[in-house]
């Protein structure tokens, strides 16, 4: 190893010194190339201090250059943006360059023009609306200045608005009595004369635009009928590409809608939505205006006709030809004022007629009558007819004050009348009273004989009617004095007695009509004829104190009186006995009453030969028949007896003639609820055998007809051994009938479970889309057949749900679609589902026939259709319908149709359901 070592270090060592020697050059290189680099840099640093000095300065003079340009040009900046900032829109800068001044400028300008353009914009905007506006006002002042002719007015009004709008179309249209319709009232050009002659209305519903307006009470704004699906087009008019309806409210009510059309798209937008919904308001106000005018107009005529009747019977009362002359004439000639005889006055060449006019009605006239050729002047004619003016009304006057006195003076012998007869009356129906009673030693006692002759008397005084007299005998001689204060207290003594005596009267009255009130409330809530009747003699008797009361009923087959009630024991006995009395009989109160109609009255049967005597009832004494009548029927007699000789008065037949009617309408109601009750009875019994005949008929048909489907089916499709191509044919029309022998036995059979209220429902979530298409899958060869289209509205809400009978709501819309296609020729049926607050509301739009509106509930009654013709063409039996709103009612919904009647505009049939069915009772839903 050691002279290994040795080795290798002697071989390296030529290297070494080789080595060292390039250290030794590479030191000496180092230090020359220090000492020249430290000569160059010293020169350099020299050159460059030199340098940056001039750099600097050249620097400092480039950017005070850069400053003052950055300065001005700011400045130029700012003073162009106070300028913009006062309204000066046309300032603009200088762009130099493209550093940030020059960028901020360019956005300065960029920013100017823009506001130029928006000013400009909205001036022309303003513009737009002031001058729609100030039409919308000239309009306005139009039509309010016609408020005399509604129609006049609308027809100026729709004419004035094309006009100044210049519109393609427009119409008004009012609603009618019953708010359901709109009745178009105007329209412009040859198409709305057409419309009108027509008759054109729409239903006040979400089908039209119109009917929509009128009622979201909104306007409703179609910019581009080529692309809206809610527009439905007039073949009267082609040209409309806009159109705007805007309802007509007056009062928070709506009078009917406005409906602009134009020939130009977006013709109508927001911008220029005020001017019109303005102008609508104006309109409104005008239509009620004219309506109120009219009104007015039409009392004021009235009043002025009631008025001239009035004057004209009142004169003819006054001149009645027996109080005084039918003519009543008088001259003044020559200062003297003598009654006119009747000679003419032709003898006078100059004369004026002024007829007497009172409220419009002639009465009389005056007449001048001059000598030789004179002519009355204006001012003469004006004068006299001024003159008769005043002197009619005081003529007038006159009469009327006459007649005020005349009735004064009847009103005054009424009471006097009134007054005597009420005061016999009295006295007649208180046999217990004595004729007098007398004052001595402080006892009040009747009066013997006739009082003391020499007694004064004072007469007890009402109304002008002496009534009685108060006898006083003095116990000296008495004065004046004495005499007034007598008088004075017999005056209040008068008035007190009759006070009394009304206050009897009254009293009674109330106690009688409360009697009446309790008699006819108990009838009312018996349903049993005999039972009610029973009862009402019963309570008569015991209330009203009579001594017997009993009622006949009147058999018309027999002419005969039956009777049917009679109170207490004699009563029953008698009814027992089946007493009758014949129409016919002379000597008979109740016989009488019933021929006559009206109430017969005797107060003393002893003295009556008409009365016959009961011998159950001997204490009779005064009896009174009051006939029952209900319309112009008499039911019967209603009898009552009193065993006092003054037992009834006239105001007691009035009393009993209105218990006897109620009596009678209680007593018909009780017969017609037992023949109901019976006829209800029969009813259900013959409808659940009617339908259980239906369902087992039903049942019977259904299973060999699905038998002969099924082997036609069978051999069509030959799998018995092949067939001929008549073979099939007729295979194929026995499958097609009856198939649809099979719907009609379907109908039939549902119809039959509905009404035995075996129909029950299966409710189920699923969205009201499916059931669309499903519906529309199902139909769309039916509707093929007949080129008609079959589709889904756009704005159909396609994700609401609700829960119901998915079977039995598909069953609905498939009888609306298939309706639909069998009455619509050409066009096409469409379906839209919606949801309306709480509900789902389905409508099925076709352009068939039409239905005419007194015709929209006929159409749900069973085996019913519009027109024999259309049955015979369509087919059917008439249960589509029927089936399909008892189903829905079934829901708890609705369905109903509208359609103006027209050919071509169709019919719509709605459907309302709730989101979540509310299934009620069959029978309940049959019921309703």
Do not use: C
Request: proline share 3%; net charge negative.
């Amino acid at each position: 190893d050691e002279a290994l070592a040795e080795r290798a270090l002697h071989a390296l060592t030529p290297v070494i010194n080789n080595n060292r020697k390039l250290i030794e050059i590479n030191h000496t290189y180092a230090r020359i190339s220090f000492e020249a680099a430290s000569g160059d840099y010293n020169s350099a640093l020299l050159n460059g201090s030199i340098t940056a000095l001039l750099a600097l300065a050249a620097s400092l003079f480039i950017s005070i250059l850069i400053v003052t340009s950055i300065t001005n040009r700011l400045g130029e900046l700012t003073r162009s943006a106070s300028s913009v900032q006062q309204g000066n829109l046309d300032q603009s800068v200088s762009v130099v360059g493209n550093d940030e001044v020059g960028l901020l400028g360019s956005v300065f300008n960029q920013m100017t023009a823009q506001l130029r353009e928006l000013v400009g914009s909205l001036e022309e905007r303003v513009a737009d609306r002031t001058h729609d506006l100030e039409l919308a006002s000239e309009v306005g002042r139009t039509i309010t200045a016609k408020v005399a002719d509604l129609s006049g007015m609308l027809t100026e009004a729709a004419e004035t608005i094309r006009s100044k709008f210049e519109l393609y179309y427009t119409q008004v249209y009012l609603v009618d009595p019953s708010g359901r319709n709109l009745v178009l009232r105007a329209g412009t050009g040859n198409a709305g004369a057409q419309l009108l002659r027509r008759g054109h209305r729409l239903a006040i519903a979400s089908t039209s635009l119109n009917g929509r307006a009128a009622l979201d009470r909104q306007p409703v704004l179609v910019t581009d009928t080529s692309t809206s699906a809610n527009f439905l087009p007039n073949p009267l008019l082609p040209l409309t590409r806009s159109e705007l309806a805007v309802p007509l409210i007056a009062n928070d009510k709506v009078v009917g809608v406005l409906d602009m059309q134009s020939e130009r798209s977006g013709a109508f937008s927001e911008l220029n939505l005020t001017a019109f919904q303005v102008l609508a308001a104006q309109l409104a106000i005008a239509i009620e205006n004219a309506s109120l005018f009219n009104q007015a107009e039409q009392a004021r005529r009235e009043v002025q006709e009631q008025s001239r009747m009035l004057t004209t019977s009142g004169w003819q009362g006054f001149l009645n030809g027996m109080e005084r002359n039918e003519n009543i004439s008088y001259v003044f000639d020559q200062n003297i004022v003598h009654q006119f005889n009747g000679t003419p006055l032709s003898s006078f060449e100059s004369q004026l007629s002024v007829p007497i006019q009172i409220t419009g009605a002639h009465v009389g006239e005056v007449t001048l009558a001059d000598e030789g050729q004179r002519e009355w002047t204006e001012d003469e004619k004006e004068i006299v007819q001024a003159t008769v003016a005043r002197v009619a009304q005081h003529i007038e006057n006159l009469r009327l004050l006459n007649q005020a006195e005349k009735f004064r003076f009847e009103a005054e012998q009424v009471s006097r009348r009134l007054t005597r007869e009420g005061w016999q009356e009295f006295l007649r129906n208180r046999e217990e009273l004595a004729s007098g009673y007398t004052y001595t030693g402080n006892k009040v006692q009747p009066l013997n004989g006739h009082g003391h002759p020499e007694a004064q008397s004072y007469p007890l005084v009402i109304r002008d009617e002496v009534i009685g007299e108060l006898l006083l005998e003095m116990a000296g001689d008495s004065d004046g004095h004495d005499h007034e204060i007598i008088s004075a207290v017999v005056g209040q003594l008068s008035d007190h007695i009759e006070n009394l005596r009304l206050l009897e009267q009254a009293e009674q009255k109330r106690i009688e009509l409360e009697t009446v009130a309790t008699v006819s409330s108990t009838a009312s809530t018996v349903l049993d004829p005999d039972k009610l009747l029973q009862s009402v003699v019963d309570l008569t008797k015991e209330r009203f104190s009579l001594y017997h009361a009993h009622i006949y009923l009147a058999d018309q087959s027999w002419s005969t009186l039956l009777l049917a009630a009679g109170a207490g024991e004699v009563g029953r006995k008698l009814v027992a006995n089946q007493h009758t009395i014949a129409m016919d009989a002379e000597r008979s109160l109740v016989a009488r009453a019933a021929r006559e109609a009206q109430a017969v009255i005797v107060n003393d049967v002893r003295n009556e030969p008409d009365f016959l005597p009961n011998p159950l009832l001997p204490e009779t004494r005064a009896e009174m028949a009051v006939p029952m009548i209900v319309g112009d029927n008499v039911l019967g007699v209603f009898d009552v007896q009193s065993n006092k000789t003054t037992g009834f008065t006239k105001d007691d037949a009035d009393i009993y003639t209105t218990l006897a009617a109620q009596v009678a309408i209680a007593l018909q109601n009780a017969r017609l609820y037992v023949e109901q009750a019976a006829t209800v009875t029969q009813l259900r019994e013959l409808d659940r055998l009617k339908s259980s005949f239906l369902a087992n008929m039903s049942h019977e048909l259904r299973t060999p007809l699905n038998s002969i489907l099924g082997f036609a089916d069978v051999m069509l499709e030959e799998l018995d051994g092949p067939i001929t191509d008549t073979m099939e044919n007729d295979l194929g029309l026995i499958q097609k009938n009856g198939q649809h022998l099979l719907h009609l036995i379907n109908d039939v059979l549902d119809m039959a479970k509905i009404e035995a209220g075996r129909m029950n429902l299966i409710p189920e979530k699923f969205k009201v889309q499916e059931v669309l298409d499903e519906v529309i899958s199902i139909t769309s060869n039916l509707a093929s057949e007949k080129d008609l289209i079959l589709y889904v509205e756009a704005g159909s809400d396609q994700n609401v749900e609700i829960v119901a009978d998915r079977t039995r709501l598909r069953q609905v819309m498939i009888n609306l679609v298939n309706n639909s296609v069998k009455f619509t020729d050409k066009g096409g049926i469409a379906l839209r589902a919606l949801l309306d607050n709480e509900n789902v509301l389905i409508s099925v739009r076709d352009s068939g026939i039409g239905i005419p509106p007194q015709q929209l509930e006929a159409v749900f009654q069973e085996f019913t259709q519009v027109d024999a013709s259309t049955t015979r063409k369509a087919g059917g039996t008439g249960l589509g319908l029927p089936i399909s709103r008892r189903l829905i009612e079934m829901h708890g919904g609705r369905i109903w149709a509208e359609s103006t009647g027209v050919s071509g505009e169709g019919s719509t049939f709605f459907v309302s359901l709730p989101l979540e069915a509310k299934v009620a009772d069959p029978e309940q839903v049959l019921k309703n």
